[in-house]
């Protein structure tokens, strides 16, 4: 009965190469069709190098199915070009996943040309194997597919899981969504298989270890080839990897809302304060005088004059809890250190959003209470509208101190302001806050190219 089904299993191999390749080019076209969908979040830039992945992969594999039946049609010259054709195909896909970590990883520049240096040592190798084989052009296909998944689909898989258990560590752990991050811990448990059975198990080539690890000994030791188990492991990645992007999607989204309902209480807060020194705080100002002029009107009468002394100390003692409870309306962060306190709110950003936000402070400046929360909140406003509007990948927030005025400039990567600069992005309040604290603020940007926010205000602190 074995037997049966193995020989079934070669007669068939064809068919089975291309649903092979079907569940590559249908995880390639469904992963491009859903980036746009998650362009909120940061990893969604790196979405389409998976895409290229699935779609060059399964190309390849077809190609293993049409080459053989273009041997009577076509001169042995052009069929040799198919083949080069189909090998750089599958060297370009798992190139692609190298890629595809990089962004998630954010690796410097330099180290982005790892995958194309890794292509170019395996295209050289593959050179020098094709003239040692001669006209053996079985040995050196095998053994050039062996490199390319030895140099560059199993490290570029390893990597990727890396990737993607690191951006779910620094990302989604501080939502507290275990569905998330369970999700992502799956998808990369079985892209670890996929590249494990992808990078090791290819044909059997005349060099350790793939002349004793290859598919034609696995498949006589497991009856199934092992591309039966590769579109398993990648089909169940590609659908786990969808699951944890739309469960991050909702989790971003729902905080998101929460920020937004936040940054409506605080002017919610400023308007309540601003209510209450100019109605409620002239008033008890006016009645503290009246008493004051009472009090000299019944000198003479120490009855009146004492009952007098209590209502101004009343007053007074009504005063001074309503500024108490106006500087906890309108002072966010109770700490005069700025640097914490936007090292602060940078983290909550980077939790909430999943950007990449950087703080750079040169120097630790102090402020008062109320200018710190001015400053705070003007950090935490622009952060606000990078994530809501930006589609950026990371923000830089610098803190200078020269010639005696704070420089703090927030610096994205995103698509630029949107053209109706008043509606709905904080600008007025921002605006706003700059004047308070005496100082400007200015908004540089270029469709595409990011924006730049900068704002100068004087050390000194006159209050």
Same mark, same amino acid.
């Given at each position: 009965?074995?037997?049966?089904? !193995? ?32 362009? &909120? ?21 077809? @190609?293993?199915?049409?080459?053989? #039946?273009? &041997?009577?049609? #076509? ?52 050179? =020098? ?5 001669? &006209? ?16 560059? =689909?199993?490290? =570029? @898989? ?16 501080? $939502? ?9 811990? $799956? ?73 937004? *309902? ?6 919610? &807060? ?11 705080? !002239? ?8 008493? !004051? ?5 019944? $000198? ?20 001074? %809890?309503? !500024? +108490? ?18 090292? *602060?709110?940078? %983290? ?30 003007? +950090?935490? %406003? ?15 927030? +610098? ?9 703090? +400039?927030?610096?994205?990567? @995103? ?21 308070? $604290?005496? @100082? ?24």
């Amino acid at each position: 009965m074995l037997a049966v089904f !193995q020989e079934w299993l070669r007669l068939n191999n064809h068919v089975i190469t291309f649903a092979y390749g079907q569940v590559f080019f249908t995880i390639g076209l469904a992963i491009l069709s859903q980036t746009r969908r998650y362009s &909120r979040l940061d990893i969604a830039d790196s979405l389409p190098w998976l895409a290229a992945f699935g779609f060059f992969h399964g190309f390849h594999e077809w @190609g293993g199915v049409f080459i053989p #039946f273009q &041997r009577r049609f #076509f001169a042995d010259s052009v069929i040799t070009g198919f083949l080069v054709l189909q090998l750089i195909l599958l060297a370009g896909s798992f190139a692609c996943l190298f890629v595809f970590a990089g962004n998630i990883l954010k690796m410097r520049r330099r180290f982005r040309l790892v995958p194309l240096g890794v292509f170019f040592i395996w295209a050289i190798i593959s050179i =020098g194997v094709a003239i040692f084989a001669g &006209r053996n052009s079985e040995q050196w296909r095998d053994s050039s597919e062996v490199f390319a998944r030895y140099l560059i =689909g199993l490290p =570029g @898989g390893m990597l990727s899981v890396l990737a993607l258990l690191r951006y779910a560590r620094t990302n989604i752990s501080s $939502l507290d969504s275990p569905r998330v991050s369970r999700a992502f811990l $799956l998808a990369g448990i079985f892209l670890a298989a996929y590249a494990a059975f992808a990078g090791l198990l290819g044909p059997e080539a005349p060099f350790f270890p793939s002349s004793i690890i290859n598919s034609e000994i696995f498949s006589k030791l497991f009856v199934f080839p092992p591309l039966f188990f590769r579109s398993i492991f990648a089909a169940l990645f590609a659908i786990h990897i969808f699951h944890a992007l739309g469960l991050l999607e909702i989790e971003t989204g729902r905080l998101l809302k929460i920020m937004e *309902r936040e940054a409506v209480a605080v002017v919610e &807060r400023k308007r309540a304060a601003r209510d209450l020194h100019d109605n409620t705080f !002239q008033r008890l100002y006016a009645a503290g005088l009246l008493a !004051q002029a009472l009090k000299r009107e019944f $000198l003479d009468n120490r009855t009146a004059a004492s009952e007098l002394n209590k209502l101004m100390r009343i007053i007074n003692e009504v005063i001074s %809890e309503l !500024q +108490t409870f106006l500087l906890g309306l309108v002072t966010t962060e109770g700490m005069t250190d700025l640097s914490i306190a936007i090292t *602060r709110v940078a %983290e909550e950003a980077r939790s909430l959003s999943g950007i990449d936000v950087r703080l750079k402070a040169a120097e630790n400046p102090t402020f008062s209470p109320t200018r710190a929360s001015h400053i705070v909140a003007f +950090t935490r %406003e622009s952060l606000s509208n990078v994530a809501r509007h930006a589609h950026a990948r990371s923000v830089e927030v +610098t803190l200078e101190c020269e010639d005696n005025m704070l420089h703090l +400039t927030i610096e994205d990567d @995103g698509q630029g302001l949107p053209a109706d600069l008043e509606k709905g992005y904080g600008m007025r309040d921002m605006l706003d806050r700059a004047r308070l $604290l005496g @100082g400007e603020v200015s908004f540089h940007s270029e469709n595409g190219d990011g924006t730049t926010i900068a704002l100068v205000v004087p050390l000194k602190d006159d209050e």
